[in-house]
């Protein structure tokens, strides 16, 4: 079976320019959750959605960051303008019930560079 | 709130050692506890987990077990490979609104040969 896959793996950008991660979760999964690592603060939760709805995003840093998911196969992380803070590796993760019983699965991430 | 709090990085030890990472936690109630493992340039995934308490979680020669009394869930390997050179999560799972996974923050683990 295919696991969650993102894309792209690895991104370079200028500061100021739009951003856009794409995920796409295991057939199934009604659990999306989209993370952020890095050296300094580990890895976030930035946000989950449940059936394609967003349950919890507190952990989007600010309004330049966004969230989607318009369909069970789909989900898109956006970061409009992006800033050199940005830099990190993003994580797309699916599961069937949150990970409270079955795991989360990970992508294997986009490395995100914004110079 | 619920928290998860790890021993600190980077562990780096001999092949054929023992291993502890220390993981405790805060929660109300009776979280299950999971143990995920990242290796160089991969996602997460789960290596193994407890759902109650005294139960032992164990895979791949890795164990831990919920100790409700202290509010731990310390991992063990008795020796480990280079190829466990990685990066060890800590999470319990928080139910509120459909549910998610609090991680700690990693501890690094390098095994030498």
Known sequence: DAGVIQSPRHEVTEMGQEVTLRCKPISGHDYLFWYR??????????????????????????????????????????????????????????????????????????????? | GDSVTQMEGPVTLSEEAFLTINCTYTATGYPSLFWYVQYPGEGLQLLLKATKADDKGSNKGFEATYRKETTSFHLEKGSVQVSDSAVYFCALFFYNQGGKLIFGQGTELSVKP
């Open chain 1, 37 to 115: 690592q890095t050296m300094m603060r580990g890895l976030e939760l930035l946000i989950y959605f449940n059936n394609n709805v967003p349950i919890d995003d507190s952990g989007m840093p600010e309004d330049r960051f966004s969230a989607k998911m318009p369909n069970a196969s789909f989900s898109t992380l956006k970061i409009q303008p992006s800033e050199p803070r940005d830099s990190a590796v993003y994580f797309c993760a699916s599961s069937f019930d949150g990970g409270r019983n079955q795991p989360q699965h990970f992508g294997d991430g986009t490395r995100l560079s914004i110079l």
